[in-house]
C-alpha cells in the first residue's frame, strides 16, 4: 500500500515543502530508505521501527520503501522520524490516507515514542502555508513558534500515540494560540539599561543618535574607561521597535539557529550581539557543513559590536566588507547556496593604540611605528564602509558629578532619543515608500541624486572636503546619507550646509594620520 505524507526542509532561512512517500509491499522484510539522504537521516530508520514497537505497533514483515521527494534537494537533520512513521502507520492501515491531504507533518521520535522538538519550525510552517495546507503538527515545543504564522492551525503533540488521535480526526483538535505581537510595548518593558545613566560624552551621544536613526556604522576611538561600550549597549534602547514583518524574518534566523525556546517564540526586541574577538570567519558570517546564520545575520535589524576592534583577526574582519555592503551574504556549498540577511547596524569601538593612550604622551609611551602597526589591522576598505567616526575624549571628574554643564548637554533618557529617532524614521519610511529600502544607509547611488540634493554652498563645501580628506566615490556617498538623516532629525527636507558641515566631520578622523 501507498502513501504520502506532507513535510518540509530547512533551505537557509526558507522552508520548502518536502514529500514522504512510502510503499509497503510483498517481499523479503526490509525498511529501505532514499532521497539524497544525510546520515542522520539514514539512521532514522532504527529511531523509527523501535519508537512503532515501544508505542505496541507491530511492523508486519514487509518490503517497506520511503522516499524523500524530490530527490534532487539533499535532506539534513532529524525532522523527519515522525512523517515517516505517520507514513508506515498509514500504509498499515491504522489511518485514512485522505485524513493526510490537508496536514503537514514534521518532529523527531525517541525511542518510547515520544516527539523531542526540532530547530526551523517557524520556516517550515511558513512553506506549508504557502503550499496551502491548512494544518502542521509540530513538537509541542515548537508550537507556540509555529502558531505565529496566521492562516494556518498548529497543532503541538507530544508522542507517536497523540499525534494517531489526532490523525484520526484533525478537526476535533483546535490550533495553538498565536503569540499576540505589540512591538512598541514589547519594546519598552523593563529596560536594563538607559542613556540617562551616561555622564558626559554628549557628542557621542549624538552621533549615537544619528546612527540610529539612519542604520549608519558607527566606529568610536578613545582611551580605556571613556565609555565607548556603556554606549554602543544602549543604542539598541533609541532604535524603533520591530514591526511585526522584522519580527517574523528574525524569528526565522533563530529558529534555523536553534536560539527560540518554548517561552519565546517570537523575537520581538532588536537584537544586540557582541561577539568575543576570538571569533572566527565562519562563525561570524555563518556556515559549517550545514550552512547555519552567523553572527552578522543574528543581529539583523539591531546591532553588531565589535568591542577592542583591532583585537579581531584581520581575515575575520575583512569578511565584514561584503554583508555590509549587500546586506545579504550568500554561503556556498556542493549542495546548494544559502543566502541570509544581513541588515545590521555594524557598532564598532577600540583603543588608538595598544596601551589605549595614545596620542596623550603623558601615559602613552608607544612608538609611532607600534602605533601604526596596531591601526593598521584595520584595512582603508572596511574603514570606508563605516559612516560615522568618533574620537571619544576622556570623561572628567565634573562630567561623572554633573557639575560641568555643556552645550548639549540636555540629559536626555532613552525615551526621549527613541523618540526623535523614531520621527526620523517615519520621515523615512514616508519617503522610500516603492523604493524597497527604510533608512538612509540603504540608499543606492541613482537613489542618492533624486534624494539627497544639495544647494550651491553645499557642493563647495563638499568638493573641498573631498580633496582635503582624499575621499573615495564611497566616502563621498556615505557623506550625503548621513546628511540626509542629520536632516531628517532636524525636520527639515533640503540638505543644507550646517548638515554637510556635520557629517564631513564624522569622516575627519585622526587615524588615516596616525597610521601612516
Known amino acids: 500500500m501507498f502513501c504520502r505524507v506532507h513535510s518540509g526542509a530547512i533551505h537557509g532561512i526558507e522552508g520548502i515543502q518536502i514529500e514522504v512517500e512510502v510503499d509497503l509491499s510483498d517481499g523479503l522484510p526490509s525498511l529501505n530508505m532514499v532521497g539524497m539522504l544525510s546520515a ?35 535532506k539534513q537533520g532529524t525532522l523527519y522520524d515522525l512523517p515517516i512513521a505517520v507514513g508506515i502507520l498509514t500504509s498499515m492501515g491504522y489511518i485514512k490516507k485522505e485524513n493526510l491531504e490537508q496536514v503537514f507533518i514534521v518532529g523527531e521520535l525517541s525511542l518510547d515514542g515520544k516527539v523531542n522538538p526540532i530547530k526551523g519550525v517557524l520556516p517550515l510552517v511558513y512553506a506549508a502555508r504557502q503550499a496551502e495546507i491548512s494544518c502542521c503538527i509540530v513538537p509541542k ?31 476535533a483538535f483546535q490550533g495553538e494560540e498565536g503569540v499576540c505581537f505589540d512591538g512598541e510595548k ?47 549597549r544602549r543604542i539598541p534602547t533609541i532604535l524603533p521597535p520591530m514591526t511585526w514583518e ?19 517564540p517570537l523575537v520581538v526586541k532588536r537584537p544586540f550581539r557582541a561577539p568575543h574577538h576570538t571569533i572566527s570567519a565562519s562563525s561570524l558570517a555563518g556556515g559549517g557543513t550545514i550552512p547555519k546564520p552567523g553572527e552578522v545575520s543574528l543581529s539583523n535589524y539591531g546591532v553588531l559590536f565589535l568591542d577592542e576592534l583591532p583585537e579581531f583577526s584581520k581575515t575575520v574582519l575583512e569578511v565584514l566588507r561584503q554583508p555590509m555592503e549587500d546586506r545579504k551574504i550568500l554561503v556556498s556549498r556542493v549542495h546548494g547556496s544559502y543566502e541570509f540577511p544581513t541588515n545590521f547596524m555594524l557598532v564598532a569601538a577600540m583603543n588608538c593604540c595598544g596601551c589605549g593612550y595614545y596620542p596623550d604622551r603623558n601615559r602613552c609611551n608607544c612608538k609611532e611605528t607600534q602605533v601604526a602597526r596596531y591601526l593598521g ?12 567616526c568618533m ?66 554652498a553645499g557642493e563647495v563645501l563638499l568638493e573641498q572636503a573631498f580633496a582635503r580628506l582624499k575621499l573615495t ?10 546628511a540626509r538623516t542629520i536632516a ?12 554637510l558641515s556635520e557629517a564631513i566631520c564624522y569622516r575627519s578622523t585622526n587615524i588615516q594620520e596616525w597610521r601612516r
Open 377 to 388: 589591522r584595520i584595512s582603508r576598505p572596511l574603514l570606508d564602509r563605516i559612516d560615522i
Open 141 to 171: 515545543k515548537n508550537a507556540k513558534e509555529g502558531a505565529a504564522v496566521d492562516q494556518i492551525r498548529v497543532i503541538g503533540v507530544n508522542s507517536l500515540l497523540e499525534v494517531l488521535t489526532v490523525l484520526k480526526n484533525p478537526e
Open 246 to 264: 522584522e519580527s517574523i524574518e528574525l524569528t526565522k534566523i533563530y529558529s534555523v539557529a536553534g536560539l527560540l525556546s518554548d517561552k519565546n
Open 473 to 482: 566615490a564611497r566616502g563621498y556617498n556615505r557623506i550625503l546619507k548621513v
Open 40 to 74: 542522520e537521516i539514514k539512521e532514522s530508520s532504527e529511531r523509527v521501527r523501535t519508537a512503532l514497537k515501544n508505542s505496541k505497533f507491530t511492523i508486519p514483515p514487509k518490503r517497506i520503501t520511503i522516499n524523500l521527494s524530490p530527490a534532487n534537494i539533499r
Open 186 to 232: 514589547m519594546q519598552s518593558v523593563s529596560e536594563e539599561v538607559d542613556f540617562s545613566e551616561v555622564s558626559g560624552q554628549e557628542a557621542l551621544k549624538r552621533a549615537a543618535q544619528i546612527a540610529a536613526a539612519g542604520m549608519h556604522n558607527l566606529l568610536m576611538m578613545g582611551a580605556p574607561g571613556s565609555g565607548k561600550t556603556m554606549i554602543a
Open 391 to 456: 574620537e571619544v575624549s576622556s570623561i572628567e571628574y565634573t562630567d561623572i558629578r554633573g557639575q560641568k554643564k555643556k552645550k548639549f548637554s540636555k540629559g536626555e533618557d532613552s525615551k526621549t532619543m527613541r523618540e526623535r529617532v523614531m520621527r526620523a524614521r517615519e520621515v523615512q519610511r514616508i519617503r522610500y515608500q516603492g523604493e524597497k529600502i527604510n533608512t538612509n544607509s540603504e540608499l543606492s547611488a541613482s537613489q542618492i541624486q533624486c534624494y539627497c540634493k544639495i544647494d550651491t
Open 488 to 499: 531628517d532629525l532636524d525636520g527639515e527636507e533640503q540638505i543644507t550646509r550646517r548638515h
